[in-house]
C-alpha cells in the first residue's frame, strides 16, 4: 500500500532556531500533501495543504511566513518552522491521498515530535 | 464550514464487550468518512472507511454505518481486545473548496483485560 515516509520522528531545538521537517512518498505520486498539528490530547488541525510546483494553502491563522512549506517534487514536501518558539512545540504530520486520488484514502506520515527549549 | 462532532471523549469497556463511537458532521455534501486509530507517539493509521453511497461497511471485528439523512456516521468494534485500546478519530471529506479531511475530536479507547 501507499506509504508516507516522515522524518525526523522526533526533534529537540533550542528557540529561535528553524527545524525542517520531510515528507516522502515512497511508491506512489503525491501531488498534494495535507501537514496537521496535532497538541497533546487533541485532534488534528490542518495546518496547511501543500500542490506540486504551486504555492502551498494556509488555513486562516496559520503563519505562511513562518511556517514555510516546499513541494518541490512529486515524493517529497517539506515544512520549516522559522524561528521557532516553545508555544511551536508539537506533533506534526503530514499526510497524502492515495493513489487513486482523495476518495480512495489518505496516508499519513509518522508524525515529527517537536520540542523547542 | 464542516464541523464533526464526536463521542464520547473517553471509552472503557472489558475485554470481548463492544465499543461504538459516535460522529456527526455539519456538510452534507461530505461523501468520505474514514476512522483512523492513532497510538501515542505515532501518526493516524485507517482502520476502516465508508463513501456516502454505501450504508454500512464491515471488515472483521470493525464496522462503520452511516446515516446520510441525519448526517452521522458510528464505528463498531466487537469482540475488543487490549490491542485495541487507542484514540480513535473520525474524518469527514469537505467537499467545498479544497478538500480536505475535518477530523472529529477523538476517543480514547481503553480496554482492560
Known amino acids: 500500500g501507499a506509504v508516507v515516509s516522515q522524518h525526523p520522528s522526533w526533534v529537540i531545538c533550542k528557540s529561535g532556531t528553524s527545524v525542517k521537517i520531510e515528507c516522502r512518498s515512497l511508491?506512489?505520486?503525491?501531488?498534494?500533501m495535507f501537514w496537521y498539528r496535532q497538541f497533546p490530547k487533541q485532534s488534528l488541525m490542518l495546518m496547511a495543504t501543500?500542490?506540486?510546483?504551486?504555492?502551498?494553502?494556509?488555513e486562516q491563522g496559520v503563519e505562511k511566513d513562518k511556517f514555510l512549506i516546499n513541494h518541490a517534487s512529486l515524493t517529497l514536501s517539506t515544512l520549516t518552522v522559522t524561528s521557532a518558539h516553545p508555544e511551536d512545540s508539537s506533533f506534526y504530520i503530514c499526510?497524502?491521498?492515495?493513489?487513486?486520488?482523495?476518495?480512495?484514502?489518505?496516508?499519513f506520515g509518522s508524525g515529527t515530535r517537536l520540542t523547542v527549549v | 464550514g464542516e464541523n464533526v462532532e464526536q463521542h464520547p471523549s473517553t471509552l472503557s469497556v472489558q475485554e470481548g464487550d463492544s465499543a461504538v463511537i459516535k460522529c456527526t458532521y455539519s456538510?452534507?455534501?461530505?461523501?468520505?468518512f474514514p476512522w483512523y486509530k492513532q497510538e501515542l507517539g505515532k501518526g493516524p493509521q485507517l482502520i476502516i472507511d465508508?463513501?456516502?453511497?454505501?450504508g454500512e461497511k464491515k471488515d472483521q471485528r470493525i464496522a462503520v454505518t452511516l446515516n446520510k439523512t441525519a448526517k452521522h456516521f458510528s464505528l463498531h468494534i466487537t469482540e475488543t481486545q487490549p490491542e485495541d485500546s487507542a484514540v480513535y478519530f473520525c474524518?469527514?471529506?469537505?467537499?467545498?473548496?479544497?478538500?480536505?479531511?475535518?477530523f472529529g475530536t477523538g476517543t480514547r479507547l481503553l480496554v482492560s483485560p
Open positions: 511508491d506512489f505520486q503525491a501531488t498534494t
Open positions: 465508508i463513501r456516502s453511497n454505501v
Open positions: 456538510d452534507s455534501a461530505s461523501n468520505y
Open positions: 499526510s497524502a491521498p492515495g493513489t487513486g486520488g482523495i476518495l480512495y484514502g489518505y496516508t
Open positions: 501543500s500542490n506540486e510546483g504551486s504555492k502551498a494553502t494556509y
Open positions: 474524518a469527514a471529506l469537505l467537499l467545498t473548496g479544497f478538500q480536505k479531511l475535518v
